[in-house]
């Protein structure tokens, strides 16, 4: 299992998974950003309540696949606007399941809301730290996910979330989708 130091880790659990080669990407200086991607990625805050504020609506998610090893949940999803059919994000998430209630862990086995909602439905106190920043180049499986079509360079960062004792509750890799 690859460390979870990696700018692109756990996205690249799954590409390895699936035996197949993570696109290109590189790690960018949040100076070299554009808006929107700079005020939606550069900050310490959950992408689900950025997203929200963002977008002036509730988000949700479809799932693209899962793993499960012992208390260590993984899934890919789409991050969807209410009311909207387009992604607002492509992520890849490790959750540490043994950090979460059972009612908490109920609600994220059941994939239906992003990690950001149930902890602010569950009150749990986190704080967020992107690791970096990355550039990295549309592939099939993200176009697929995000709704595309041909060659993209989007951007996104790599998050950790961290529960008030300093554990890791979850590691993100959250990829915007281009402006529409």
């Known amino acids: 299992m690859e460390s979870g ?3 692109s880790y756990p996205l690249s659990e799954f590409y390895n998974r699936n035996g197949q080669l993570l696109p290109p990407l590189d790690e960018i200086e949040p100076a070299r950003i554009p808006e929107p991607y700079k005020s939606l990625l550069v900050h310490q805050n959950d992408m689900t309540s950025t997203l929200e504020n963002f977008y002036r609506t509730p988000i949700h998610l479809r799932l693209v696949s899962r793993a499960r ?3 260590e949940y993984f899934r890919e999803v789409a991050l969807l606007a209410e009311g909207r059919d387009q992604p ?3 992520g890849a998430i490790k959750i540490n399941l043994d950090l979460f209630s059972e009612p908490a862990c109920r609600q994220i086995l059941e994939e239906h809301w992003p ?3 149930i902890l602010k439905e569950f ?4 704080s967020s730290q992107p690791r970096g920043f990355l550039r990295i180049a549309s592939d099939k499986l993200i176009n697929r996910v995000l709704d595309l079509t041909g060659a993209h360079l989007l951007y996104g960062r790599r ?6 004792a300093g554990r890791p509750l979850a590691e993100i890799v959250e ?3 281009p402006e529409r």
């Open 5 to 7: 130091g990696s700018l």
């Open 69 to 71: 090893h012992d208390h």
């Open 88 to 90: 607002v994000e492509f």
């Open 115 to 117: 990690l950001g909602r």
């Open 123 to 126: 009150e749990i106190r986190f």
């Open 159 to 164: 998050n950790t979330l961290w529960d008030s």
């Open 175 to 177: 990829i915007l989708p």
